[in-house]
């Protein structure tokens, strides 16, 4: 009998496998970790500035030029993306990093993976993008269904170049006032703790900001370890119930906590 090998199938079921088995509870998991955060940071830097913040449905549409998929490479054109909005800012991101792991021959991103992850008007809480985008800990849920990375709320813990939700207030949901940004570090400013991230900020669009951690009234930070769980994407519901009740419903920092698996 002759035995056909697929090993690009077989490389995809064998990573998330071997990443578990190999990195969870070692020293592995934190130089792994922190390579990953660095190659986000890279990321950030090579975004665009400027070019206006607006969450409206032009904003939407060039978001979703920006990213595609074709002759199997992960193409993302940050440039398209203005005017911009917060989530839009850090998922960019969130697939150029997954681009650069692809080209560096460190993610086997297929195509119905890469096709999941491209924006289509996505309700809040349906598919990759519609969880990543909705109130509430999207990021976070994400991360915490697939596997990708830990979730956690201690700034003592968290490293630049993870992944943050801030919550302006202790408002989860319906009356929530938050900001999707990536994590730069604490410092001082003129006596003052502050922190520093990078996202698309009112008024100016793609850059930093930093601002007095005391007006930060809670944050959820998602570091990502684990990109190749991604490939588990077709596991996932079609909506998350949770995060699609957030637009209409109040949740709570507590429920958002548990939902993100901590």
């Not at 020293?27 to 830097?45: M, T």
């Amino acid at each position: 009998m002759c035995v056909v090998v697929n090993f690009s199938v077989l490389k995809r079921l064998l990573f998330p496998v071997l990443a578990l088995l190999l990195m969870p509870n070692s020293s592995a998991l934190s130089e792994v970790s922190a390579d990953l955060n660095a190659l986000v940071l890279a990321q950030v830097k090579a975004m665009p500035r400027g070019g206006q913040y607006a969450v409206t449905r032009i904003a939407t549409s060039r978001l979703q030029e920006a990213a595609s998929f074709e002759k199997g490479k992960l193409q993302v054109a940050a440039d398209t993306a203005t005017p911009s909005y917060c989530s839009g800012a850090t998922y960019l991101v969130f697939l150029k990093t997954l681009d650069a792991l692809h080209r560096q021959g460190r993610l086997d991103l297929d195509p119905a993976t890469a096709n999941a992850l491209m924006v289509r008007g996505q309700p809040d809480g349906r598919g990759i993008w519609g969880r990543w985008n909705a109130n509430g800990p999207g990021t976070a849920r994400l991360f915490h269904e697939l596997k990708l990375g830990r979730n956690f709320d201690s700034y003592e813990q968290a490293r630049p170049g993870d992944f943050m939700k801030i919550f302006w207030t202790k408002e989860v949901g319906k009356h929530e006032r938050g900001h999707s940004v990536i994590y730069l570090g604490r410092e001082t400013v003129n006596g003052v703790e502050s922190v520093r991230f990078w996202s698309s900020n009112q008024p100016d669009g793609y850059g930093e900001k930093t601002v007095p951690r005391a007006k930060i009234a809670y944050a959820i930070f998602s570091r990502l370890e684990n990109p190749g769980l991604l490939s588990h994407w077709a596991g996932l519901p079609g909506s998350d119930p949770y995060l699609a009740s957030l637009l209409s419903t109040r949740s709570s920092i507590p429920e958002a906590r548990s939902k993100s698996g901590f």
